[in-house]
């Protein structure tokens, strides 16, 4: 009988469905895996924005990731929202634990301009999160306040991913979409070189990329691709995803996983 490739996301709650969680598990779906999730936080949250974020205990992280892990088992980790400096060493704690490639989406702010890590917690992500990571996907913001580098044009890239890289993450997606032109990112591991480009879509309902897009590679990494393989088949994931992302309450709508 065949058992899909298995999938654990590691991060907070959208009650709106657009990102976190929910935009993990749809992710993986689509991608043919069986998505698991380990909850830290709970937003109240829609298009306009979040309403409010409740933590949960590190006790209660703890023992999520030990009941996937012990019984089921993962081929691959997503981490998302963590919210606060415990939670952010505690998943890495936890992180350390396993074989399976780990996915850091560093999350740092949403589109709304909310806070979703709080800034005490940057220190423990450089020193202890990037650490466990096969990958970082920092968007230019989160490369900003980990690094200090700002991203004007394609060329700062890679010197924003040797700084990312300087936090020990073996390979750094450096994701570009906030600059005008196409959506241009940056893989490496400080040797390679991959640089994935796609049109920009005139469609201002994106919440959830940068979610859907860790998950993606999550997915494919489980499915036995080599990073470079991963992270090309959730970029044309993502792009698809944007392409399709739809109207939803009176501000910004998700990100769609059935295109
Ligand atoms: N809410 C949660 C729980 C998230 O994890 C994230 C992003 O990681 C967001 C909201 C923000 O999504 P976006 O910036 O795509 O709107």
Not at 80 to 90: C, F, K
Not at 116 to 140: E, G, I, Q, S, W
Not at 151 to 160: F, I
Request: glycine residues 10%.
């Amino acid at each position: 009988m065949y058992t899909p490739p298995r999938v654990l996301t590691v991060a907070g709650s959208d009650s709106g469905g657009g990102a976190g969680i929910q935009a993990d598990l749809k992710t993986m779906l689509a991608l043919g895996t069986h998505g698991m999730s380990v909850l830290t936080a709970v937003t109240a949250q829609n298009s306009l924005g979040v309403q409010g974020a409740w933590d949960l205990p590190a006790e209660a992280v703890r023992a999520q990731f030990r009941s996937v892990v012990d019984d089921i088992g993962v081929q691959a980790v997503k981490t998302g929202m963590l919210s606060s400096p415990e939670l952010v060493e505690t998943v890495a704690a936890l992180l350390a634990e396993v074989t399976a490639p780990v996915v850091v989406d560093p999350v740092g702010v949403s589109k709304h301009g909310d806070a979703l890590l709080a800034a005490t917690a940057l220190d423990v992500v450089r020193t202890k999160l990037l650490p466990t990571a096969t990958v970082a996907t920092p968007n230019l913001d989160e490369v900003a306040q980990l690094t200090g580098v700002q991203v004007h044009e394609e060329a700062d890239m890679r010197r924003a991913a040797a700084a990312v890289l300087e936090f020990g993450p073996r390979w750094a997606l450096i994701k570009g979409g906030h600059l005008s032109g196409d959506a241009v990112d940056l893989l490496t591991d400080g040797e390679q070189e991959h640089w994935l480009r796609a049109p920009r879509h005139d469609n201002r309902h994106t919440h959830g990329t940068g979610c859907t897009l860790a998950s993606a590679i999550a997915a494919r990494l489980a499915h036995g691709d080599t990073v470079p393989e991963a992270v090309a088949a959730a970029k044309e994931y993502v792009t698809g995803a944007i392409e399709a992302g739809f109207r939803l309450g009176e501000g910004i709508g998700p990100v769609d996983h059935g295109w």
